[in-house]
Each structure stands twice: as C-alpha cells, then as structure tokens.
C-alpha cells in the first residue's frame, strides 16, 4: 500500500460525504420555506439509508465479479473480504477504502433525485424509492462502467460518474416529475426560492466537495488526479459564467440562483471528462454547459412538466453533454489509459459515449417508472392535497424550519 494515496483517498472520500448535506442546503435554499426540512431531509437521509444498503449488498452488487456484463455477484455481501489490504480496483489503497468512497457516490445519487419532486413527495414514499432504486438502477449501472460490466468492456469512458450518477438520476427525475405531477399552483402562482443565500452555501460546498469527487476518481494522488482538479475549476467557472451571461441575454438580467446553477453544470458536465481532457477542452465544456442547461431550465415552462429544482436541465442534460464531450475532447496525452476522443483522430468514441448514454437513460427511465408504480399502488407517491398546502416540514416530520 502506498500511505500518501490512502491519506488523499481519506480525504477526498470525506469530501465526497460533504457534498450529500451541501445538497442539501442547495436544494433547501430553492424551496418554499415550509418545505425546507422535508427536502433537506430526503437527502440527508440518504446517509444513513443508502450506507447500510451497500454494506448488506449494494458494493457486492456494483462491484462484485461480474455476472453476464451486467451485474456483480453476492461475493462481498456483508462486506464479506472487504479489509484493509488493497482489492481489485486498486493497488496501493486499502479495499474497505476503495468501498468507502464508492459509498459516498452510492448515497449522493438518489438524493440528486429529490429534486424533481421536492415539496409533494411522501417521506415513506422516498424511503422505499430510495432502497429499490438503489438497487435496481444505480447499482447495475454503477457495476456496468466501473465494475467490470459491458460498458467499461467495449472502451466507454466514465472517469466520475457522468453516465452513472448524473444521467442516471437525471433520467430517473424526468420520469418522476411527470409520475407525480405538478405542485398545485404551478404554473398559476409564484414559487420563489425562498432562502438563496442557503442556495449559495450549498452549492459552495457541492464545488468543493466536487474536487474530491473527481480528483478522488483517480484513486491514487498522481497527474491524473491534479489534472482532475484543475479542470473541475475552470468547468465550473467557465459555465458559471456562460449560465449568467446566457440569463442576462435572455431575461435581462443575471442572478446569483443562476451563477450557482451554471457552476453546477459545469461541474456535472465536467465530470465523465474530468481524467481524460486537458484544460482548454473543460474551459470548452463548461461554456457548453452553462448557456446548454440554461436554455434546458428554461424549456421545461413550455414542456409543461414541474421538475422542481431543475435536475433534469442540469445533471440530465449537464450529463449527456458531458458524455459527449468526453468523446469530442478525450487525449491519451492526459491519460494514457484513456482514450483518444474525434478532435485527436479517434470519431469512434463519440459513438461509443452517446450509446452508452442513451442507452443508461432508457434503461433507468422504464426501470423507475415500474418502481414509482409499484410505490403508488402499495402506499401512494404524493402527500394530499392538505399537507401539500400545509407544508411538507409540519404534516411529514411536525416540525419547521424557522421561528422568528
């Protein structure tokens, strides 16, 4: 074992931790202020919820040798030979800390979800979803690109979760915004966020806990990890920009709710990219992203569906966009175990990435339909109409959030 891998390994895992609760500040800030614990909450849970799934059987399932490219084997169910010798997938880190900072992508992806439907779903609701979803989405899909599954098998490249967790949970939040329907008065009245300054806090903490994230991808403390870094910065601030500049043509002026959004994109689109391209490439990718998932949150008014705090123009979006371009701008100058994408000779790729893409969006899009259909049938997905207008703080937890 190498110690000065497993101390950044250490660290960037904790980073990773963090980004669940500034999730959810970022996605409590945009809420009504009567619904700020119960969205925070969803995601919070998650902490708890997700980590004792993946001891049980969700790391044996995503990472477990491979069963028919598309799933792992009950091996390490339990955790059983998971210690503190170096594993599979790395050979200079301990595995149960190889497992730890999978652990922590585990619980961030479902949480990511609770945004399509903030402020109508049931709490009960979440937490069966939570569970099934896990497991019937994530963890295949997880095992498909990082756990010796199909897609890892015919060279698509995914160096931090751009297929797995963005559009992964950006296609399962379109299918659950259209399932749960809009939130009464959408559309009619005004739904202001109601604490930005929240907002702002959380996406702070998502941006630095998104250099763990990708940085952390390369599992040792090497180039490949300072590439990582470096181009998660100019990403994000690259489509932080391109998002406000984008607004301000648009709607006459730039917000600070935009600025956070846009670094969001950016750090979504940058992520599948981030080990495989240089920075001028992710300063590329981020202005894409910015203006591309701007105009995504716009268009979904004019589709007529309520995605609550836009994950679907963000990490749907953000993330196919962030797929391909892992195509278009991949160099095996940055990483020689990569590959070359079509802008360094190689078109091949491009059709490699947008398969790989499509196909996750399809696979998690029918696979969440059937699991929010059989939670509706057996305990119903929405709270009434009542508790929706009360607040999901009072009638799901009988609390609020503030006293003043």
């Known amino acids: 074992m190498n110690s000065g891998d497993t101390a950044f390994m250490l660290a960037a895992s904790a980073m990773v931790m963090l ?5 959810a500040l970022f996605y409590g800030g945009m809420v009504r202020s009567k619904n700020v614990l119960g969205t925070i909450m969803q995601s919070f849970i998650c902490l708890g919820l997700i980590s004792i799934v993946w001891v049980f059987y969700g790391y044996s399932l995503a990472f477990g040798p491979d069963v028919s490219g598309f799933i792992g084997s009950l091996k390490y ?30 619980v961030i992806t479902p949480a990511l979800i609770t945004g399509a439907f903030a402020e109508r779903f049931k709490f009960t609701a979440f937490l069966v979803f939570a569970v099934l979803w896990s497991t019937f989405v994530y963890f295949p899909v997880c095992h498909w690109v990082w756990g010796g599954g199909w897609i890892s098998s015919h060279g698509g490249l995914d160096f ?7 559009i992964n949970s950006g296609a399962a939040a379109l299918v659950a915004a259209l ?37 952390g991808s390369a599992l040792a403390a090497d180039g490949i990890a300072a590439n990582a870094f470096f181009v998660t910065q100019v990403a994000a601030g690259a489509a932080a920009l391109s998002w406000i500049l984008t607004e301000w043509m648009v709607q006459g002026k730039p917000t600070t709710l935009g600025a956070a959004s846009g670094a969001v994109a950016g750090l979504v689109a940058i992520t599948p990219g981030s080990g495989f391209v240089g920075p001028v490439s992710a300063i590329i990718i981020g ?22 705090l836009d994950v679907v123009g963000v990490h749907g979006i953000g993330g196919f966009w962030g797929a391909v371009a892992t195509g278009l701008f991949a160099s ?9 994408g079509l802008f360094f000779g190689n078109p091949k790729l491009v059709a490699i990435q947008a398969m790989d893409a499509g196909i996750t969006v399809v696979y998690s899009m029918v ?38």
């Open 19 to 23: 980004m669940t609760p500034g999730l």
């Open 77 to 106: 169910a339990g955790l059983a030979g998971v210690g503190l010798t170096p594993g599979p997938y790395s050979d200079t880190i301990p595995h149960l800390l190889f497992c730890s900072f999978q652990l922590m992508f585990a």
């Open 160 to 166: 931090a979760g751009g297929t797995v967790i963005h």
């Open 179 to 215: 399932m749960v329907g809009k939130r009464k008065g959408w559309g009619k009245e005004a739904i202001h966020p109601h604490n930005l300054s929240m907002t702002i806090l959380g996406a702070g903490l998502l941006w630095f806990g998104w250099f763990g994230f990708n940085a």
């Open 287 to 308: 202005l894409v992203a910015g203006a591309l998932c701007y105009l995504a949150v716009v268009a979904k008014t004019r589709l007529g569906y309520d995605d609550s």
């Open 332 to 340: 095996t100058a940055i990483n020689p175990g990569g590959a070359d």
């Open 367 to 404: 696979v969440t339909f059937l699991i929010l259909k059989v939670i509706d049938i057996a305990i119903g997905l929405r709270v009434d109409v009542e508790d929706e207008v009360q607040g999901l703080d009072i009638t799901q937890h009988s609390e609020i959030g503030y006293t003043l």
